[in-house]
C-alpha cells in the first residue's frame, strides 16, 4: 500500500509549468522553507483534512492522460515527501513525462529518484551565500547549491528559475545568474514578484538592458516573465 501523499491541490490542464508539454501540476502539501514572497503558503504544512486523496488525483490525471504529456509535481517542496517517489512510478506507468518544481531543499531525497524525472525546474533564490535572507532557514543555500551540483551532474533536463524580490540587490542577481552560467546552467527565467495582492513589483534588473543584454548572451535560454 502506498504511503499517505499529501496533496494540496491540483490544476488539470496547463500549458505553462512544463516547457512545450501540457501537463497536469499537482501541488504537494510541505515546506522547510519560509520564503519573504511565498505565495503558497497554505501549502507550507502538511493538513490532513484538507489534504486530496492521491487516488482521486490519479484518476484526474487517468482521465486526461489522452491529452496531457506530462505531470508536473510542485509545492510547497515536493521533494519533503518520501511517497513522491510511488506517485511518480505511478504516473510513469501511464506512459507520461515527470516534472518536479524544487527549491533545492532536500537533495538527498533528490538524488535518490532524480532518474525517473525527465525535467526539473529549479527555484533559486539569490546568491547561495545570501539564502537566508529569503527563506529564513540557516544553511538553506548550502542545500540549494548541493541540488544543482546533483542536477548538473545527473544530465537531466532542466530550467533554473529565479524571482527579483526588491530585497536583492541588483549587483547581487547579475552576479548571482552570472555565476549560474559559469556553472554550466543553460536556462534560465527570471520572473516578477508578486505581492500579496498580485501586483508586480519591480526590480532595477528588468529596466536594464544592458545587464539583460550581456545575460542574454551567457545562456542557451534566457526568458525574462
Ligand atoms: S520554497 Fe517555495 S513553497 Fe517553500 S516557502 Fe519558499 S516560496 Fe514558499
Redesign the pocket.
Known sequence: MMEKLFVGGVVPLTTVDYPEHLATVVFLQG?P???VY?H?PL??KFDESSALHWDDVLKVIKERSGFIEAVVFS???PLVQSALSQAIDEVRQLDLKVGVHT?GSFPQALSKIISKIDWIGF?VKTAFADYESI?RVAGSGAKAKETLDLILASGVDFEVRMTMDKSIPLSVAVETLKNLAELGVKKVAIQKCRDKNEKEVEHPLFSDKIALDDLAERFEKFIVR
Request: glycine fraction near 14%.
Open positions: 515546506c522553507w519560509r520564503c511565498c503558497n501549502l507550507q509545492g510547497g517542496e527549491s527555484d527563506t
